[in-house]
């Protein structure tokens, strides 16, 4: 059965799934191999749940004519997606970068639900098998997609712009994130910049900050969609940007009071702003949009606990992330500050020394209480006795246990290993 045929079947089921666990009546169940289980083994179980058809890829499962025999279940997947993309015909948008990229996404598509029937990734399904799950989720309805693409290695971007196609792109920074798998700084910005090569062979359009001269001088040659809040020939200008805590933005004498903290989150809503402009959504409908959005899964949330005031990021974090979240926070008008901060992962054999540049960046904050959890801050114990640090998180919770934190600010920042949003529990 070739890609078009299963495309048919496709069409008349009423979502895919990879999971069974979360099988709906009349679904498109795909068997897909992985680490540590062989989905082929679930493939009576979708059935039996609902499903009307099942790709699996090992014939020992063969039940009957709802079973679909491939060769390989995930790149039929994959494949199957990108036959849909081309099948709609609707424009996308690919979204990357190595931070912000899940709260730009639900912005912009908060923005553009405001005109249209618009979808986006769900959560973080960003990868090989998530991509290709976000595509076959669109549907005839659906007027404009947002696909988020993550990677942590080089030519991962590549292979997901192709799988797309996207129309539009954007790059919202160049950070240090997954140094190991990108091979440092540069390799982050080749792999990230694969989106930009895609765009500029395709004869595509991105939008650009071309306050961030990284992303503006890897751009020049593309055609481009500019929004600055310092160059007045930018196609969105914007006026003004405040934070504290939460951003507010001027432009076009529009005033939209996000509830978004730090202005690190201040690109993330212009580029809303552009993105809306760009597909006709009005002034009045992105303020609306924007100032209705709050966000959640422990990114940038404001929580006033008992008597703490606390603002909990500790979805993920890497050193471009954390100073711009610590450089937030410390210029917030605020009393008996404390910074609460865990270990970024997956930085190779550059991690010792990104840690201590967070550890120096705190030095001179004689005024705010500083705590480290994770083995690589806690490396530097030795240098800086004037500092609190934990190897792990049970250590600095039975230190809360006997000395409760009260009456102070407190920013919570780590990767999503080390599980931050779990000090919550004790203030």
Known sequence: MNTNEIHKLFLNCSSVSIDTRKIEPNSFFVAIKGDKFDANTFSKEALDK????????????????????????????????????????????????????????????????????????????????????????????????????????????????????????????????????????????????????????ADKSVFVNIDDKLQEERTKTLKRITFSQQDLSADIFIKSVKANPFVIIEFNDIIIKSNLIGLYNANNINVAITIGKHFGVSDIQIKEAIESY???????????????????????????????????????????????????FELGKESIQEHLSIVKMLEKESEIKCVFIGNDFYANKEDHLHFQFYKSFDDFAMFLKENPLKNNSILIKGSRGIALERTLEYL
């Open 50 to 201: 609902g499903a009307s058809y099942v790709i699996i890829d090992d014939n020992r499962y063969y039940i009957d004519q709802r079973t679909i025999l491939v060769k390989n279940s995930l790149e039929t997947l994959q494949d199957l997606a990108n036959f849909h993309r081309n099948y709609l015909k609707i424009p996308i948008i690919g979204l990357t970068g190595s931070n912000g990229k899940t709260t730009t996404k639900e912005l912009i598509s908060v923005v553009l639900s405001k005109k249209y029937n618009s979808k986006a990734t769900v959560g973080n399904l960003n990868n090989h098998i998530g991509v290709p799950l976000t595509l076959l989720s669109f549907n005839s309805e659906t007027e404009i997609g947002i696909v988020e693409m993550g990677a942590n290695h080089q030519k991962e971007i590549e292979f997901l712009s192709n799988l797309a196609q996207p129309d539009f792109g954007y790059i919202t920074n160049f950070g240090k994130a997954h140094l190991d798998g990108f091979g440092g700084f540069e390799g982050v910005i080749k792999g990230k910049s694969e989106l930009y090569q895609y765009l500029k062979l």
């Open 294 to 344: 709050i966000p959640e899964n422990n990114r940038s949330q404001l929580i006033k606990k008992n008597s703490n005031e606390i603002i909990l990021d500790a979805y993920n974090a890497n050193p471009s992330s954390m100073k711009v979240a610590l450089e937030n926070f410390i210029q917030l008008d605020k009393e008996n500050k404390v910074v609460i901060i865990g270990d970024m």
